[in-house]
């Protein structure tokens, strides 16, 4: 009785459910949440975007509200806190409205005197252009132009702050390479640090992403200036309490890297989620952007807990194995000019799975996930390389439907078995009873 009574509660304890594959039941307008954190060794948070683009047309580009960028060095460390909070401020001038101007008004700078120059002045604002790039053709008369004015009114010689120079790209590969950029024109702050003992002269820097005329130009160098004393060469020490929040100024990254984490919403229709170097004010060089990555998490739907997590492994054990296909996964192209403007795709196919219970007749959605296949491919192209996530979710999902039993469907069994075992025990006792006065009355026999 005991046993049967422990097989039968054990029963009554199993979960029991059924599968079945059904046209996708989520409404219209529904959106799909997606999560990623994906870092880049090679890709500057500077200009880094994430956007996201559908088959009904949606097209959003440079997501910044969900989605955080962190600096980190090659080997993937972080090098300091998130990396521009805010969007970078659009720039409506990117020039003069002439076509050249003749004199050169900056200094051209290169891997031999950069830091030597870098050393002699408080204040060294960088024009790291490329002469095949649209805008620093434009850039190049007001900058021209800005740098001469600023000559004129501190004169390097006797007024020593602030100097302005160029550096072409194209000539100087490393040295450009060394402060990390990517997009043409880049305009770098260079500033004296505070500690020149302890920092051996090291500068922080920043990068300008103001207006490009010449009237701006002027007027945002005389902002770096205001703080810096006359006797530069003899106090080049920066009070940077002191200094005037410009909010077409940011800090320059430290690295080339870019950790890439945060989410975004989607409709459930096939889309893309591509992340490239993208500005609307600088050229970007398709044999230098490199955008090989490692994938930490790129999954669909709600995250799950743990709880949860191992609850639904407990009902469907077949499940949640691919929610997250590409978690671990590293795409690293050795950059060359065999692997130059290398773009990576990856073609993920979504399966929802939705587990229900039934509780008084009526069905309860219990949760939902969401697993994928993955396939990645390297394409070379002539444009800016970018790394494409395409999704496509399937118009099936499947259902697994959990059916309880009753309780009171226990309670009977119950009673049958201990109605049962006591009926057979009472017909068995009645059958050894009855052999053995049988088996009594015919010793009794023999011996008469």
Request: glycine share 6%; with cysteine.
């Amino acid at each position: 009785m005991v046993f049967l009574f422990g097989m039968e509660l054990s029963s009554y304890l199993a979960v029991n459910t059924t599968t079945s594959v059904i046209v996708d039941r989520s409404s219209d307008g529904e959106f799909l949440r997606i999560d990623f954190n994906l870092s880049f060794p090679a890709l500057s948070c500077e200009f880094a975007s994430v956007d996201v683009s559908d088959v009904l047309g949606t097209n959003r580009l440079n997501i910044t509200k969900t989605v955080r960028k962190f600096s980190i060095d090659r080997n993937l460390v972080p090098t300091g806190s998130e990396f521009h909070a805010g969007p970078i401020p659009t720039v409506n001038k990117h020039g003069d409205d002439v076509e050249e101007y003749h004199g050169d008004g900056s200094v051209a700078l290169s891997s031999r005197n950069f830091d030597s120059y870098s050393h002699l002045y408080p204040v060294l604002v960088v024009n790291f252009y490329a002469p095949w790039c649209y805008w620093s053709n434009r850039l190049k008369p007001s900058w021209e132009k800005a740098a001469q004015i600023i000559r004129e009114r501190y004169d390097p010689e006797m007024d020593g702050r602030i100097l302005l120079g160029k550096v072409d790209c194209t000539e100087e590969v490393e040295l450009c390479k060394r402060h990390h950029i990517q997009g043409y024109p880049s305009i770098r702050i260079f500033h004296k640090g505070s500690d020149m003992k302890e920092n051996q002269g090291h500068h922080d820097h920043d990068s300008y992403y103001g207006e490009r005329d010449t009237e701006s130009l002027v007027a945002a160098m005389e902002t770096y200036v205001a703080n810096i004393p006359k006797e530069a060469h003899v106090l080049a020490l920066e009070d940077k309490s002191n200094r005037t929040v410009d909010p077409a100024k940011r800090p320059a990254p430290m690295t080339g890297g870019c950790r890439i984490e945060g989410f975004v919403r989607v409709k459930k229709v096939p889309g893309s989620v591509v992340i490239s170097a993208r500005s609307g004010s600088h050229s970007f060089d398709p044999s230098q952007i490199n955008v090989s990555h490692y994938v930490t998490t790129f999954s669909f739907g709600k995250r799950l807990s743990s709880k949860m997590f191992n609850e639904l492994k407990r009902l469907f054990p077949y499940v949640g194995g691919h929610h997250d296909r590409l978690a671990g996964q590293s795409y690293i192209v050795k950059h060359g000019d065999v692997n130059a403007n290398v773009t990576i795709e990856h073609y993920l196919q979504i399966v929802k799975t939705e587990l229900v219970t039934l509780r008084y007749a009526k069905e309860l959605k219990v949760l939902e996930e969401y697993e994928y296949t993955a396939h990645s491919s390297l394409v070379h192209s002539f444009y800016v390389p970018v790394v494409k996530f395409h999704f496509e979710p399937s118009p099936m999902q499947v259902l697994v439907t959990e059916l309880p039993k009753s309780f009171s469907h226990f309670i009977t069994n119950v009673c049958a078995i201990i109605g049962g075992v006591f009926t057979v025990a009472g017909i068995l006792d009645s059958i050894l009873h009855n052999t053995l006065r049988l088996v009594k009355k015919v010793e009794l026999g023999k011996d008469i």
